[in-house]
């Protein structure tokens, strides 16, 4: 959710479309607005209530200098584990190849 707001500012009903895009399907949004709270306490993001649209109050977030500190950490601890599962599959088809089995 760093991520998808430091592109775009957004709520919570929007992040819940956009989050698909990395394979998070039939999230749900109360789910996302909780995470979303959290994160601003923690101060990762902030938030404004966008009132000059027609219909109900949202919340808008934006991501804050802190959050793009924390969202800048991500990438290397990803490439680890990246680089593990590479080497799990690769053990298990050369288990395949070799016929032996566990």
Do not use: N
């Not at 500012?9 to 956009?18: E, I, K, T």
């Not at 590479?86 to 298990?92: A, N, P, T």
Request: proline share 3%; aromatic share 10%; no cysteine.
């Amino acid at each position: 959710m760093l991520l998808l707001i430091a592109q775009d500012s957004s709520h919570g009903y929007d992040l819940v479309d956009r989050l698909k895009r990395y394979g998070f399907e039939g999230v749900d949004p109360t789910r996302v607005y909780r995470r979303l709270r959290r994160l601003d306490d923690e101060g990762f993001l902030e938030s404004a209530w966008l009132t000059e649209d027609p219909g109900a109050a949202r919340r808008a977030y934006k991501i804050t200098e802190e959050g793009l500190d924390f969202l800048q950490s991500w990438p290397a601890s990803i490439a680890t584990k990246i680089e593990s599962y590479r080497s799990f599959i690769d053990d298990v088809g050369a288990l395949a190849r070799d016929g032996k089995q566990e």
